[in-house]
């Protein structure tokens, strides 16, 4: 098991920046990969970006895209989510999550092992 745990969430003016952070424990040996996800209300949750734990691969939705960056110390066991140029569409529970299994070629959008309990992000205008 992997246990997951959010922070660095809160209330932002549109424009501003955040970082939000998860700090990875347990059979931390078995992650592939994790990645950010997030749900507004009413909504689905969706696919933010992810990256490979052992580095050499990231990925983002087109809407974060130049204004998030995704990172990770292997040696803290945390994952980072830079959150720039912040909308009020970015209003959300953000959840941090891991995958067990290898994909050749990448990271995956989907069918994540792990996750968080959440943190909320809300930004206003």
């Known amino acids: 098991q992997v246990q997951l745990v959010e922070s660095g969430g809160g209330l932002v003016q549109a424009g501003g920046s955040l970082r939000l952070s998860c700090a990875a424990s347990?059979?931390?040996?078995?992650?592939?990969?994790m990645g950010w996800f997030r749900q507004a209300p009413g909504k689905e949750r969706e696919f933010v970006a992810a990256?490979?734990?052992?580095?050499?691969?990231?990925d983002y939705a087109d809407s974060v895209k130049g204004r998030f960056t995704i990172s990770r110390d292997n040696a803290k066991n945390t994952l980072y989510l830079q959150m720039n140029s912040l909308k009020p569409e970015d209003t959300a529970v953000y959840y941090c999550?891991?995958?067990?299994?290898?994909?050749?070629?990448?990271?995956?959008?989907?069918?994540?092992?792990?996750w968080g309990q959440g943190t909320q992000v809300t930004v206003s205008s």
């Open positions: 347990g059979r931390t040996f078995s992650i592939y990969a």
């Open positions: 990256t490979k734990w052992s580095g050499g691969s990231t």
């Open positions: 999550s891991a995958d067990r299994d290898p994909l050749r070629g990448g990271v995956r959008k989907t069918g994540y092992d792990y």
